[in-house]
């Protein structure tokens, strides 16, 4: 071109360039192309106006999806969009690549886009080379893809704001990856530092509390909801003069700030900084972009389940009892643990309750109390609602003075008044309770049982029984139902359990299994009852605390509520040597033929570490023998006594059925056909000694085996 020469025309000089010019208005849903950028389509080279769908056609499927993308980032930013596009012919198969760039606008109005671009073939490179890995091909675009679907899992994963700032801080961009990170939120026209990476402790101080109204990037994008890109320390020396010196520090050559965004409100801004320059190009702040969204949303869900956890603490804690004054010759500890699912209150609870009829000479904690445990059906805000009616219900009860079977008959009416869903009248709801009134002096316990698990006794030697209770049905279920009481004694240095469910069925165990678990723990530990609290609730799930909650909270599978009852040893000296004797005792009723299996049951756990298998079965069919005689001759009812004394070798047990039938039986010789008459027979051969004893009213069967003439399991 000679000078003073006249420039070609702009049409000219991009078909020299193999450069396209097109329009797109989504408003019209019309594309303009003109000869060259027809030719780089696929179609015929001349000017044509052609559909979206026309358009559409002529492009790989993914890169259509990738322009929407970036066109919408680029309104947002203000910027140029840029993109490369795979072009297809009428098979599907590509015949070239070209790259797109535009400037898009926004109207508002008739919320549509126009777009004026250029169009210009570019040539792919090989994969696997270099120049293949930059940020602008494909493969850069799968590794993208991979790691977008890989950070949103990991943030989806945190938890906490914690656990999502260490997933932020450990993200490895494809192609490029801050040395630097920071979390701004807001409180009220100030900045606050939610967290950072890449700095030193106490570098975030020059940055707290900073006014939205300063001149620095984060403030301003906090403020305008836009993305501030610096790719140069020059470019943010001439944009942010005032905050530069800040800034100069740390010694980096890149920053990028992004507003965190939910639900259209920015909550926040995100700071990236680079060691090295980084261009921004539109694929990389695509990926940014995208993080920026993602970190917010994994930054509000663990904001909102952390004030929902700080919320169900304060109720857990503001529903869960103190155990009051200390007890002369007693102790109690307690554990509980809730449910996983959010909620860090559930249906189980606990309550230790003064009772009435004190003197005017009995102390605080002296007199009677109550213990109480119970399971209200269900994990969720009802059933925690429920559980601290239910509680203040009982308490009250307990405080007028009723009985254990009066208090529970009046909780069943209250909670089934209660139970009934208001927006779901057929979600019923039941609750399981235990109530055992106590008598320090004496250690006589009232026990009345509301469906839940019985409750267990560890005697002075190691021995556990689980006390078989009468009892009826659960609370709410039935507002005329009946508590029978059962009483039994709490001797020196023994220990009562009284536990939910959750405690025994948790980890994939039944009640049988779960209850021999849990036995072991109470057999093996001898120790301090606050430690043997810790220690139930380890074998279950691992260390805890009083009140467990936070992530091992989470992974609970039922509540559980633990309450431990502790008889101290007479004059309190924890180092006197126990009794050489343990006991049980229980009753069975004409009306009740089914306890009779109880006893049996009973007597086996009494003589756990017998060491002659044969004799424990003796004992067992003898006591059947004799229970059995008492509900088959008699019109009375039977009271079994089994007791088991001395050392180890020497011991001596002893049971014992009393009636208050004057009948004394009669050995007989029955026949080989006969169904009945064998009981004082099989006395007489089994037992080591045998007697029956009238007294003032009745009679008692007695027989004794000697651990010596048993021989042990050979």
């Not at 490179?125 to 679907?149: C, H, I, K, N, Q």
Request: charged share 25%; with cysteine; net charge negative.
């Amino acid at each position: 071109m000679r000078t003073g020469e006249p420039l070609p025309a702009v049409g000219e000089v991009l078909t020299a360039l193999a450069t396209g010019l097109w329009h797109w208005d989504t408003a019209t849903e019309l594309v303009t192309v003109d000869a060259e950028a027809a030719r780089l389509l696929g179609l015929p080279a001349e000017r044509a106006t052609l559909t979206e769908a026309q358009a559409r056609a002529r492009l790989h499927p993914v890169d259509w999806n990738e322009i929407i993308s970036v066109v919408g980032l680029a309104v947002a930013e203000d910027t140029l969009a840029e993109v490369r596009i795979r072009i297809m012919d009428e098979r599907g198969h590509v015949i070239r690549t070209v790259r797109s760039r535009s400037k898009p606008s926004y109207d508002a109005d008739k919320k549509s886009f126009r777009l004026i671009g250029t169009l210009q073939e570019v040539t792919e490179p090989t994969p696997g080379t270099p120049a293949g890995r930059t940020a602008v091909t494909g493969d850069w675009r799968r590794s993208r893809e991979a790691f977008l679907l890989d950070a949103g899992r990991a943030l989806a994963e945190a938890r906490s704001t914690a656990e999502v700032l260490r997933v932020a801080a450990g993200l490895s961009m494809p192609g490029f990856s801050p040395d630097g990170l920071a979390v701004f939120g807001v409180e009220g026209d100030r900045l606050t530092i939610i967290g950072h990476h890449g700095q030193q402790p106490g570098d975030e101080s020059p940055f707290s509390h900073m006014s939205l109204e300063t001149d620095y990037p984060a403030a301003e994008v906090v403020r305008t909801g836009r993305a501030v890109y610096l790719s140069s320390p020059e470019a943010y020396r001439s944009r942010y003069p005032v905050t530069w010196p800040l800034a100069q520090r740390f010694d980096r050559q890149s920053w990028a700030f992004l507003p965190l965004t939910v639900a259209g409100r920015t909550m926040g801004a995100w700071m990236a900084g680079f060691a090295y320059p980084v261009a921004f190009t539109p694929d990389e702040r695509s990926v940014l972009t995208t993080v920026a969204r993602m970190l917010a949303q994994a930054l509000s869900r663990a904001g909102l389940a952390e004030s929902e956890r700080e919320l169900t603490d304060g109720l857990q804690r503001s529903m869960l009892p103190t155990l009051g004054p200390e007890i002369p010759g007693m102790t109690v500890a307690a554990r509980y643990v809730p449910t996983g699912g959010g909620l860090q209150v559930g249906g189980d609870w606990y309550d230790m309750i003064p009772l009435p009829g004190g003197t005017s000479r009995t102390k605080p904690g002296e007199g009677r109390f109550a213990l109480v445990i119970g399971d209200v059906q269900g994990h969720d805000v009802r059933a925690a609602g429920l559980m601290g009616q239910l509680r203040i219900a009982l308490r009250a009860y307990a405080a007028e003075g009723h009985r254990p079977d009066a208090v529970l008959s009046r909780a069943s009416r209250f909670l089934n008044g209660m139970a009934y869903g208001v927006d779901d009248p057929s979600d019923m709801r039941f609750a399981t309770c235990l109530y055992v009134e106590a008598d320090p002096v004496t250690g006589v316990l009232e026990v009345a049982r509301a469906g839940h698990p019985d409750p267990a006794i560890r005697m002075t030697d190691g021995t556990v029984l689980a006390r078989r209770t009468q009892g009826g049905l659960p609370l709410g279920i039935d507002p005329d139902a009946d508590y029978p009481t059962t009483r039994i004694t709490l001797e020196p240095g023994e220990t009562l359990m009284l536990c939910t469910d959750g405690l025994i069925e948790t980890g994939g165990h039944d009640f049988e299994t779960g209850w021999k678990r849990i036995r072991t723990i109470l057999e093996s530990h001898d120790g301090d009852l606050e430690e043997l609290a810790d220690a139930l609730i380890q074998a279950v799930h691992g260390p805890s605390s009083h009140h467990t909650t936070g992530p091992l909270a989470d992974r609970r599978e039922d509540d559980i509520a633990v309450l431990l009852l502790h008889r101290q040893e007479e004059g309190g000296d924890p180092a006197a040597v126990p009794p050489t004797v343990r006991r049980t005792m229980l009753s069975v009723a004409q009306a009740e033929p089914e306890r009779v299996a109880v006893a049996r049951q009973q007597l086996r756990e009494l003589l756990h570490d017998w060491p002659s298998a044969d004799q424990v079965d003796s004992a067992v069919l003898l006591l059947s023998e004799t229970l059995t005689n008492v509900l088959v001759h008699t019109d009375a009812d039977a009271l079994l006594l089994a007791e088991v004394r001395g050392e180890t070798g020497e011991r001596r047990m002893r049971i014992e059925v009393t009636d208050t039938s004057d009948d004394l039986p009669h050995k007989r010789r029955p026949g080989e056909l006969a169904s009945s008459g064998r009981g004082l027979m099989l006395i007489e051969l089994l037992a080591d000694t045998w007697g029956v004893d009238p007294q003032g009213e009745g009679k008692s069967i007695w027989f004794e085996l000697y651990e010596s003439s048993g021989g042990g399991d050979e």
